[in-house]
């Protein structure tokens, strides 16, 4: 339903507009200047010619800016924030074993990632299960996931500052930063994630 799609896309539109000032620009614990994000800025006419077909409803951002930073930890539980991933244009999804799409596109995101195993590119795909990691570290072994590494926020604060940011409203969500850790972009939602569409996203985004 054309209609019904291009409606949604403009609600989410409008909504992470009025978020553009609260949560995203002059965040104090993320370093990075509007000035820094031009370099990002530059890529966003190519993403939006990009973002068609299975990517459709992907928000191409109006104004890159500092994305809010987000806490979470690796599998042995050592604290790091998006600050790690500077150099990388990073994809950032948020997802848990409960979310019956998150699963459905977790293998998606894996292929992704190796995709572009040559490129300054990475996908972070942070749990927000309340359970021990075990469980969705027993996930990502059943689906045989080769090329994501397992993050976990299991008091699911990046969720909630994405949420503030108007950036998240339910799971998955999807984040894409530049390698400056400039928001060019947000999905809500699944997407087929090692398609076509997908891939032409990711080139328009990486650096020439």
Same mark, same amino acid.
């Given at each position: ?8 896309? #403009?609600? $989410? +539109? *409008?909504? !992470?507009?009025?978020?553009? /000032?609260?949560?995203?620009?002059? %965040? ?28 459709? #409803?992907? $928000? +191409? *951002?109006? !104004?890159?800016?500092?994305? /809010?930073?987000?806490?979470?930890? %690796? ?134």
């Amino acid at each position: 339903m054309p209609g019904m799609r291009m409606l949604f896309i #403009a609600a $989410v +539109v *409008a909504l !992470a507009a009025g978020a553009v /000032v609260y949560g995203i620009v002059g %965040d104090a614990g993320n370093p990075t200047t509007v000035a820094e994000c031009q370099a990002g800025a530059t890529r966003t006419a190519a993403m939006d010619e990009a973002a068609v077909g299975e990517l459709a #409803a992907f $928000v +191409v *951002a109006d !104004a890159v800016s500092p994305l /809010v930073d987000l806490a979470f930890v %690796d599998e042995e539980g050592a604290p790091l924030t998006l600050d790690d991933w500077s150099g990388k244009v990073t994809l950032i999804n948020l997802w848990a074993t409960w979310c019956v799409p998150c699963r459905e596109e977790m293998p998606d995101l894996d292929n992704l990632k190796g995709m572009f195993s040559d490129r300054p590119f990475d996908v972070v795909a942070i749990s927000l299960d309340r359970a021990e990691p075990a469980v969705p570290i027993g996930f990502l072994e059943e689906i045989d996931a080769k090329n994501l590494v397992f993050y976990h926020d299991q008091k699911a604060n990046s969720f909630n500052a994405l949420k503030e940011a108007g950036l998240a409203f339910g799971l998955p969500a999807t984040v894409l930063i530049d390698e400056n850790g400039c928001r060019l972009g947000h999905l809500p939602g699944p997407a087929k994630w090692d398609g076509d569409d997908a891939q032409a996203l990711i080139r328009a985004a990486l650096p020439s």
